[in-house]
Nanobody, 116 residues
Framework: QVQLVESGGGLVQPGGSLRLSCAASGFSFTSYAMSWYRQAPGKEREWVAGITSTGGIRSYADSVKGRFTISRDNAKKAVSLQMNSLKPEDTAVYHC?????????WGQGIQVSVSS
């Protein structure tokens, strides 16, 4: 019933920008905090950003702070991640999740590749 579907990934050069979007359905979207995580091959899953149910509080991992912005549109039931000044180390599969630290549902994931 619950679905989280990411879009907007791809290949970009260092210093470039991408915007990821996650469309949610099958649950009361306004009742949940949302988050973005990423995982590179051979590495543990890493929390990237989180946003409260109202969008009033947002937080970021130190590695992306100042470059990434998380936002949500509760009317559209969507959460986004604007990624600027991308670095090769940002290369990973990015997943949106329902929840912040305690994620109960995950999207399918979308590839972001940063290389020259």
């Amino acid at each position: 019933q619950v679905q989280l579907v990411e879009s907007g990934g791809g290949l970009v050069q260092p210093g470039g920008s991408l915007r990821l979007s996650c469309a949610a359905s099958g649950f009361s979207f306004t009742s949940y905090a949302m988050s973005w995580y990423r995982q590179a091959p051979g590495k543990e899953r890493e929390w990237v950003a989180g946003i409260t149910s109202t969008g009033g509080i947002r937080s970021y991992a130190d590695s992306v702070k100042g470059r990434f912005t998380i936002s949500r549109d509760n009317a559209k039931k969507a959460v986004s991640l604007q990624m600027n000044s991308l670095k090769p180390e940002d290369t990973a599969v990015y997943h949106c999740g329902r929840g912040w630290r305690n994620v109960t549902y995950w999207g399918q994931g979308i590839q972001v590749s940063v290389s020259s």
